[in-house]
């Protein structure tokens, strides 16, 4: 099992930053791979960002130029720098993170960009 506990939600104005935070605990060598999937009301769950355990990186066209995946193998977590948010971006952002069988999920933060 594993445990994933997100951070760094909330409201920024337009153009504005954001940096979220996904730790996860429990069976971590098991993780294969860590990221961001967000969801915006009436739309469907979009991948936004994924890091791979070799190190490969993966961004969504959307968002591709203004978000950076990183990680702390020592903390175990997962970082999203958001730069030039803009009003489209508000959403729900999901951390995930896959092994072997069903993805593991955190619970979720709000991101919403508004003046």
């Known amino acids: 099992q594993v445990q994933l506990v997100e951070s760094g939600g909330g409201l920024v104005q337009p153009w504005g930053s954001l940096k979220l935070s996904c730790a996860a605990s429990?069976?971590?060598?098991?993780?294969?791979?860590m990221g961001w999937y967000r969801q915006a009301p009436g739309k469907e769950r979009e991948l936004v960002a994924s890091i791979i355990k070799g190190g490969s990186i993966n961004y969504s066209d959307s968002m591709k130029g203004r978000i950076t995946i990183s990680r702390d193998n020592a903390k175990n977590t997962v970082y999203l720098q958001m730069n030039s948010l803009k009003p489209e971006d508000t959403a729900v952002y999901y951390c995930f993170a896959t092994a072997l069988g069903p993805a593991y999920w955190g619970q979720g933060t709000q991101v919403t960009v508004s003046s």
């Open positions: 429990g069976s971590i060598a098991s993780i294969f791979a």
